[in-house]
């Protein structure tokens, strides 16, 4: 993918210059292997940004689960997503828009037949 900029400078005075076009190739590669990133920040307050890479297309769910495996949020359910790089912020509220309780939660990622768990903590 290549983009074009093209870059200009204003002075104290107000004069313009324009500078001649940059050429920037970006290469996009798809991950080898589906993965869920460790959430950052944890232990996190108020919310927390989770970092999912798919290798393939693929039907994706993510949820997250208190430690006695009780469901707390559907974030994503059988959303249909093509190969790269994807990220989406829990705010520690659940389903219902309650905050959640301060403690620890399972981020669950099924991604077609793959599926990745990753520990959260929520500290009020």
Not at 63 to 70: L, P
Not at 78 to 97: C, F, P, R
Request: hydrophobic fraction near 35%; aromatic fraction near 8%; proline fraction near 5%.
């Amino acid at each position: 993918m290549t983009y074009q900029y093209r870059l200009s400078d204003v002075d104290t005075q107000g004069n313009v210059t324009i500078l001649d076009a940059l050429e920037i190739t970006m290469e996009i590669q798809n991950p080898e292997e589906t993965q869920l990133e460790p959430p950052f920040p944890n232990p996190f307050n108020p919310q927390t940004k989770i970092v999912y890479k798919l290798a393939q297309q693929s039907s994706v769910t993510l949820n997250v689960y208190d430690v006695n495996g009780r469901l707390v949020s559907r974030m994503l359910q059988n959303v249909q997503q093509s190969a790269g790089s994807y990220s989406i912020h829990w705010l520690g509220k659940d389903d219902a828009g309650r905050q959640a309780a301060s403690g620890t939660y399972i981020l669950r990622l099924i991604a077609g037949d793959v599926v990745k768990s990753q520990k959260v903590l929520l500290m009020r």
